[in-house]
């Protein structure tokens, strides 16, 4: 169940993403007037693959897993989105519909943005687009990596690119493995929930990473660098 929590003005903001900081102060009372804050209980979905799609999401606070549903009960993990992303933002140029669903990892904060809205600013000010295209580059260079991992790798090398990306420079202040299951670090791997746990062994007995209940720690980053390179 999803819980509206009290609007701040986007000028009051202190989660405010770089993106924001561009914008006129009537422009963020423009879009303080288009959006809904709402928080999300850990494991609630915050939209499904193939909703229609009003809105774009921004991540106040939190961390948000992104998943494709392929068919035949499969699914591949995309990214987790943390505070200052935007979600479905594809949506702007003309999706009505989310290409994939999200789901909380954790209790998260997000404001949902009018996209209509979004789109009137992008038009107006320059600065605010541009701000947005750099942050959203980095899903492009994600996507293409797992095109790389599908079609080239074999499970040993997926896995150690999944491992790699959670274990990222990226989520350095967040304790991305405590809220993921076995089966989560597989799908985002795109492999077995089976596979991935006997390659965690396999790292572990090499030195590669520790385990700690469900945390996963990386001590050699290069050899688990060359199993992902060599796939």
Partial sequence: MQNEKIIDNCRECKSTSKCFQHLFPHELDFISSKKKQLIYMQGENIFKQGAFSPYVIYVVEGLIKLHL???NNKRINLKIAKTGDFVGFSSVFGDSYYNFSAIALKESVVCMIDKQALLQLMKKNSEFTLGIASRNSRDENRFLDIIT????KHMRG????????????????YPVFQYLTRQDIADFASISTESAIKFLKEFEKERILKIEGKCVKLIDHSRLTDIAKNG
């Fill in 149 to 152: 991992d599908l079609n080239y």
């Fill in 158 to 173: 997926k896995l150690a690119s999944a491992l790699l990306y959670l274990a990222s420079e990226e989520f350095a202040n």
């Fill in 69 to 71: 549903q392929t068919g």
